[in-house]
């Protein structure tokens, strides 16, 4: 670590590609986030509606959220419902299908593309798909009553629609979790496994040892970008159930979006920053649980 | 690996120049040049006027915007915040109520004069339209297309079976009665505001007081519309339309659906959708109990300026064009909506038979029930109001709380809101 | 061969895998085949109660009411033009800046991306507003430069770059300077071609974010010939109805190029880098 000793100008030298090489995106976040985040935050303080001036209320949206908004805690717990749901499933079918997708199979690209497809369609067309299996005549339904279990609602019935919301999130989604997987292996040197396979090891423990560990660093970025994501799921209710049915699938975000809807500005924009301390907070744990330490 | 960087940076950079010298259409210098939004989308009754309202009025040039109806909301509560308004916008009725109290469309009355076209306000339009584009004494908007229920029915299983289309509740309940085989051939039941204050208005109750400070939908009235509605879900005579039961289009198609509640616009849905039902359906008057009078709900699509437009001279001008009665005649023939001028309506052009149903003259039927209906009340909290409805009705249907529980929190909930 | 297993097993396990290969992408292409079907067929079929499955007859209006309109063309170009300009943007600024966070030291290096990352977890909307006037300060609406610039790099992006980065052994980079490289060369002709499988998925996931986006192009745009794919075509909506069989035309033809740079990415980058099977 001689960088510290060096005089400044050897030091300029050799930071400043660093520098260089940020430079963009720094600009780029400060521009058109980091400014409009501070403008929402400060927005959060007040009562602003868009077209009149806006009145200083202090922390008072933030207070009525937590002691007066039935609806906002509601769509906390169903927010953290969702999460718990999405990530335990997501991350997991994503590995298993890029290891068998990383198999020397024949017609290895029509399955890759087969498992990206969902993704690739637009979340009106899944949504309105799985309506139709989620329908009270519809293929679930059939399939359960054939087998003497009676029928769901899907999406009517309170205790399902989060559930039914998750499986048809989980099933669109997870194709990005295969795309990144897969990439992760490809950058496992084969020589490991060979090295291995000589020793004698057996499949579990290839993947105990060596893909397991080298895969650490994208599980981190999938764990966070998942809450990260997750926690702001809005698409799927929106096109699937808006909100309902008796608000057991709103959400955070889409919360946030009917108060901006109403043009209540100052209340929604409270509501993103609890949000965001939440996810702060969640990311910070993660990164210390999961983090590289360098 | 070179080529492809170098090909993509020059991307980036032909790209990026350009954008920034902006490839935006020329804008004309001198005329005035309006921006109008239009939500009709593929079937808009503007577009075609267009040209012609130019040649009329060489100095302005009309930038149209089409756009479909979600677009046009999200849009509008972004844009409205900033300096760069359009001109003239058309928009949903239900979205007055966020709009108006801000101040957010420009009191048409000094415009106008009062009268549109020629004609005083009050001889253009219905009592319950003049009462929707009314907001505080101001004229905020001018009502283009309407929207108010009345009683779809399959005319033909009412045939079959010696029916008259019920003008009771009692009857309601009679004829029901009567069709209902095996689940099939019901009334529809929707949970929210729209249906649910059709029975309420007709038994006599209603959603907020005068001053618009308290929810009434509580009170003995309303509670027993509510209830009778319910009881007919009760009764296997109705039929709980949620979103696992599909598009309201199939159920009718395929016959669980044999009676509902709906607005002009259907119309153009049934025919659209389920033209081998032509002949099958009719339109009468939404039945009302014993001792009750007709009403409905009044929505449809409103033509306003925006407070900040710079250009309002033009912009009535313009808007005086659509509402000229010949004009509105686009409405039904491009849009199939009810136009909303009174003397459009009493024009042959509506009052032709329509084979589609039966021969018969529907849009009479939708213009009768204009004449009692009436919008939902114009307060900030509108929103919260139709969701808290919206709500109970689904607790209703899903019995997890009688009719007086769900109504009296929903009250609750509304009188929270309204007290902010 | 050091495995000593049965062929039988062998062939067993190889039969698993195909089937199970087999049925599950067979599943997760059902709703994209009944996108292409309702696409093709009449309005008033595509609701059918039991659905059908195959389109009969096979019309082909929902294409006709779209293609016939010559204003497509454009938005085509408008939408390629875009989300060429974003993705060649993310691949060159994200892979640079990941570079930099993850393999070159510098003061407050790790601070600067854990702040980046806090606007991850904002929801859009909340940004929009603000967004919107400062891009029509700056005289930007309705032009390309709204459409592109601020969607020209993300820390998704340089975060997805950065983790596949920490997976190039700092051996090599320092081999490569020794050799006299300059830090540019060391990027451009060692870090560049390792961490292709990266860039690829980053092509991908950019692509078609952009390809796809809607909310912030539409609210953006004022003018129809500046209109991207997504946003004209919701104009083909009516007011009250859908036209089911013209909506799926419609999201059946911005499907096409997503997939086209799917296959293209996946084959070039990914598909023939393990010669000898990586097996897990």
Known sequence: MTARLAPPITAIRKYYLGYLFIAVPVASSIIFLLIPMLTSLIWSFTDFNGLQPPHFVGLGNYVELFTRDKLFIKALQNTAIFVVLSLGAGPVLGLLTALMLNQNVRLRALFRTAYFLPVMTSMVVVATLWRMLYNESGLFNTILSSLGLGTVGWLSDPNWALVSVVIASVWQGFGYETVIFLSALQTIPGELYEAATIDGAGALAKFRFITLPSLRSVILFIYVIGIIGGAQVFDQVFVMTQGGPVNSTTTIVFYLYRRFQDLRLGYASAIAYILFLILVGFSFVQWRVLGERD | MFVRKSALLTLTIVALVVGLVGLGPARAQDKVTLSVWDYYGDSTPIKPLVDKFQQENPAIAIQLEGLDWNTTQEKLNVVLTSEDTPDVVTIDMTWLPKFAPLGAFTDLTALSGGKLNGVALDKSYTPGALQSITYNQQTIAMLYDFDVYALYYRADLFDKKGLQPPKTWDDLVNVASKLVENKKYQYEYIADPFHAVQFIYENGGGLLNEDNTKAIFAEPKAVSAVEFYASLLKKALAINWTVDSGEVIQGIKDGRIAMFSDGPYFMGILKTAAPEMAGQWKVAAHPIPKDGKPGSYLGGTGLVIPTKSKHKEAAWKFIEYLMRPENQLNVYKVAGAAPALSAVLESPDLNAADPYFGGQKPFAVFYEAMKTAHPFPYVRQWDDIGQAITTAMQEIALGQKTVQQALEDAATTTNDALAK | MAHASKPRSRWMTRGLLYVLLATSSVLMMIPFYWMVSSSLKQEAAVFASPPNWLPNPVSFNGYQNILSRGVFLRYLLNSVLVSVGITAGHVIFDTLAAYAFAKLRFPGRNFIFFIMLLGLMVPFQVNLIPLYRI????????????????????????????????????????????????????????????????????????????????????????????????????????????NWATNMAGTTLVALPMILVFLLMQRRFMADLTAGAVRG
Request: glycine share 6%.
């Open chain 3, 135 to 242: 891009m029509s300060s700056l005289h930007w609406l309705d032009t390309f430069a709204a459409l592109i610039v601020p969607n020209m790099t993300s820390i998704f992006g340089i975060f997805l770059m950065r983790q596949f980065m920490f997976s190039i052994p700092d051996e090599i980079l320092d081999a490569a300077r020794i050799d006299g490289c300059s830090e540019w060369g060391v990027v451009g002709k060692v870090v560049a071609p390792l961490a292709l499988p990266g860039i690829a998925t980053l092509v991908i996931f950019v692509f078609m974010e952009s390809w796809n986006s809607f909310l912030w192009p539409r609210i953006v745009t004022t003018s129809e010939a500046m209109f991207t794919l997504p946003v004209g075509l919701a104009q083909l909506q009516m007011k009250n109805t859908s």
